[in-house]
Structure formats: structure tokens, C-alpha cells
């Protein structure tokens, strides 16, 4: 059987996931794409305590959930697509 390694300390509430929300569009504005907004994230995460080791699927979960928050935040102009 194969147990998960995450701790719970590690996990991100609401409240942080919005700050970091919130960290990016005010250093970077609405205007990222995805690469972009996965740079920015990926460094912030490196500045959370537990947090810079944590398992690849769970950061690609936490960004996945991130970027569509920072889009709704911050909607595509008109012409653009949405990633």
C-alpha cells in the first residue's frame, strides 16, 4: 500500500490560495499567460515553508485551481482566448 508523503502543514487554505492570487496581480498584473502565471506561482512556492518539496501533482493541482482563479480575477480582453 502506498501512503502519501504530504504533510498536512503543507496544504493551502482558501485564504492563502487567494493572497497568492492576489501576490501575482499586484506584481505582474491580470495580463499572464499560462507559462507565465506557472513561473510566478512556482516561485512563490519556493517562499512557502513545506512547501518548496512538495510532490509534483500537487503543485500541478494548485496551479490548475490558481490560474483559473487568477483568470477569473482578471478576464481576457476582448479577442483573446482563455487557456
Not at 497568492?20 to 506561482?41: C, H, T, W
Not at 517562499?47 to 503543485?59: K, S, V
Request: net charge positive; aromatic share 8%; charged share 25%.
Amino acid at each position: 500500500m502506498r501512503t502519501k508523503r504530504t504533510s498536512p502543514s503543507s496544504r493551502l487554505d482558501s485564504a492563502q490560495l487567494a493572497m497568492l492570487i492576489s501576490i501575482v496581480i499586484e506584481e505582474s498584473g491580470g495580463k499572464l499567460d499560462r507559462a507565465q502565471f506557472n513561473d510566478s506561482m512556482m516561485m512563490l512556492f519556493e517562499n512557502i515553508a513545506r512547501f518548496e518539496n512538495e510532490p509534483g501533482r500537487l503543485c500541478q493541482r494548485y496551479l490548475k485551481f490558481l490560474w483559473q482563479s487568477y483568470r477569473s480575477a482578471c478576464p481576457a480582453p476582448t479577442g483573446s482566448t482563455k487557456s
